[in-house]
């Protein structure tokens, strides 16, 4: 066995050839190919590496805001809640007042009522108390108690000034309860004449509203005595009172 | 494969070269790799075919093992180491092509692999170092190792050669004498064995050149 220099060189210059040739046919494009895949795959990663880079920031983002939303929503609630809160102060501040008023009004209302009713009853029971006082006196409207009352109202007149006396005029109404009979007016008519004088007119009426009493109605003047006014003094004192 | 001989006959002559049967099978080899990878890549995609896989894988393989031993770029060693790999894979299992001899089984194929491996080694050395620092390479780690270094260089050469084409041969004889004992099924599992040691040969011869040519540009330290 020997080795062939030609047959060495030759099977070399072979391999060599071989090398150019799959170089260019193997090697490069198929490095090229994947250089470029793995450039592709690089690409693809480094957007998808921003895409998930822009996801996270918007959810960065999203979480934020909803961070704010949050913050705002309490502020706003707690904002709802004082002015809730001022409302219902308010309202029950209102509703006191009215209620105060209301009750104010009531009170007011009742006591008018009641000063009215007071009043009324006063009323009804001073009428009573004159009603009673009339049915108690009226019996004694006799002859003598017109004559006491005669009594009375010439004192009166004697009592007036006498230029006032002589002022009175020509007639005179003589108004009495009970009603004077004749020997009665007969005796008036004497008493009068004698403080009057003889020239005035004298008129007899019986008058109930006295209830018992006389009145002389001059044009200018009325002296008089009547148990009437007696119970109305009586009636505004007691109506006072109550 | 039952003419069992250690010469390989001369088929003829062009001009004063004589033609091999070992060359006229590389010439198949390399017409049948040139083919295959220009088939496969002429219509190269971003989403690959069954095709245009199996050759990425096997680039990427290459690249695999070439990054492994002299961690850098394989692209430079790519297609010397490449080529050593897929061509004396393609000459290890050629026999299973009936009538076929290896390639390999000659000194004459697996020389001239060593002889490559050897000048490449030192051009890439050199270009990469420079003719001082990479001569000065053989004084470590002291001058007096000059001739042991040198004879190293020769050693390895020649155990490239001769583990290679000592391999591939043995396997050949083995099996011419089983199918001259034991007629034609015997040796079918060591014909699929065959397989297996036309491969790891290629990988093993692919991988101590990677180291030889790593050493030389001063990737890994020189043996």
Same mark, same amino acid.
């Given at each position: 066995?020997?080795?062939?220099?030609?047959?060495?060189?030759?099977?070399?210059?072979?391999?060599?050839? &071989?090398?150019? &040739?799959?170089?260019?046919?193997?090697?490069?494009?198929?490095?090229?190919?994947?250089?470029?895949?793995?450039?592709?795959?690089?690409?693809?990663?480094?957007?998808?590496?921003?895409?998930?880079?822009?996801?996270?920031?918007?959810? &960065?983002?999203?979480?934020?805001?909803?961070?704010?939303?949050?913050g705002e929503r309490q502020q706003q609630m707690a904002a709802a809640r004082l002015e809730i809160e001022a409302e219902r102060r308010q309202a029950l501040e209102r509703t006191a007042a009215e209620a105060a008023a209301a009750a104010e009004a009531q009170r007011r209302s009742l006591e008018e009522d009641r000063r009215v009713v007071a009043a009324a009853l006063g009323d009804h029971v001073v009428d009573l108390a004159v009603d009673l006082a009339g049915r108690l006196l009226a019996p004694l409207g006799t002859p003598v108690v017109a004559a006491a009352m005669l009594?009375?109202?010439?004192?009166?007149?004697?009592? #007036?000034?006498?230029?006032?006396?002589? $002022?009175?005029?020509? $007639?005179?109404e003589i108004a009495t309860m009970p009603a004077l009979d004749a020997p009665a007016q007969g005796m008036w008519r004497?008493? &009068?004449?004698?403080?009057?004088?003889?020239?005035?007119?004298?008129?007899?009426?019986?008058?109930? $509203?006295?209830?018992?009493?006389?009145? #002389?109605?001059f044009a200018g003047m009325i002296v008089g005595f009547s148990w009437r006014d007696g119970l109305a003094q009586a009636k505004t004192a007691m109506t006072v009172a109550i | 494969m039952s003419d069992v001989t250690i010469e390989i006959p001369v088929l003829?002559?062009?001009?004063? %070269?004589?033609? +091999?049967?070992?060359?006229?099978?590389?010439?198949? !080899? /390399?017409?049948?790799?040139?083919? +295959?990878a220009w088939l496969g890549t002429r219509r190269l995609t971003l989403r690959p075919g069954a095709?245009?896989?199996?050759?990425?894988a096997v680039v990427a393989m290459v690249e695999g093992f070439i990054r492994d031993v002299i961690g850098r770029d394989p692209q430079?060693?790519?297609?010397?180491?490449?080529?050593?790999?897929?061509?004396?894979?393609?000459?290890?299992?050629?026999?299973?092509?009936?009538?076929?001899?290896?390639? =390999?089984?000659?000194?004459? =194929? =697996?020389?001239?692999?060593?002889?490559? %491996?050897?000048?490449?080694?030192?051009?890439?050395?050199?270009?990469?170092? +420079? %003719?001082?620092?990479?001569?000065?390479?053989?004084?470590?780690?002291?001058?007096?190792?000059?001739?042991?270094?040198?004879?190293?260089?020769? =050693?390895?050469?020649?155990?490239? /050669?001769?583990?290679?084409?000592?391999?591939? /041969?043995?396997?050949?004889?083995?099996?011419?004498?089983? !199918?001259?004992?034991?007629?034609?099924?015997?040796?079918?599992?060591? /014909?699929?064995? +065959?397989?297996? %040691?036309?491969?790891v040969q290629a990988y093993i011869f692919a991988i101590l050149a990677t180291v030889f040519l790593g050493a030389a540009i001063g990737a890994i330290e020189r043996g």
């Open positions: 066995m020997h080795l062939d220099p030609w047959t060495l060189a030759l099977q070399a210059v072979n391999f060599l050839v &071989l090398v150019w &040739l799959l170089r260019r046919l193997l090697y490069q494009p198929v490095t090229a190919m994947v250089a470029q895949r793995q450039a592709l795959v690089a690409k693809d990663f480094a957007e998808a590496k921003a895409a998930r880079d822009q996801a996270e920031q918007a959810r &960065l983002e999203i979480a934020r805001r909803l961070d704010g939303i949050a009594d009375v109202l010439c004192q009166r007149l004697a009592a #007036l000034p006498p230029e006032r006396l002589g $002022s009175l005029g020509d $007639s005179v004497e008493r &009068l004449t004698g403080l009057l004088g003889p020239e005035i007119a004298m008129d007899f009426l019986a008058d109930d $509203s006295l209830v018992t009493g006389a009145e #002389l109605r | 003829f002559h062009l001009g004063p %070269v004589p033609i +091999g049967l070992e060359v006229v099978t590389t010439w198949g !080899v /390399m017409a049948v790799l040139a083919l +295959g095709w245009q896989t199996l050759l990425e430079p060693l790519l297609p010397l180491v490449g080529t050593l790999f897929l061509y004396i894979a393609a000459c290890n299992l050629s026999p299973l092509i009936p009538g076929v001899k290896p390639p =390999t089984a000659s000194l004459h =194929t =697996t020389a001239a692999l060593a002889l490559v %491996v050897f000048f490449s080694v030192h051009v890439l050395g050199i270009r990469t170092q +420079g %003719v001082r620092h990479y001569l000065k390479g053989y004084l470590e780690p002291f001058p007096l190792f000059l001739p042991l270094n040198l004879l190293g260089e020769v =050693t390895r050469t020649f155990a490239l /050669m001769v583990r290679l084409c000592g391999n591939i /041969m043995s396997h050949e004889l083995v099996l011419a004498v089983l !199918v001259g004992l034991a007629g034609l099924l015997v040796p079918i599992p060591f /014909m699929a064995l +065959g397989i297996l %040691v036309g491969l």
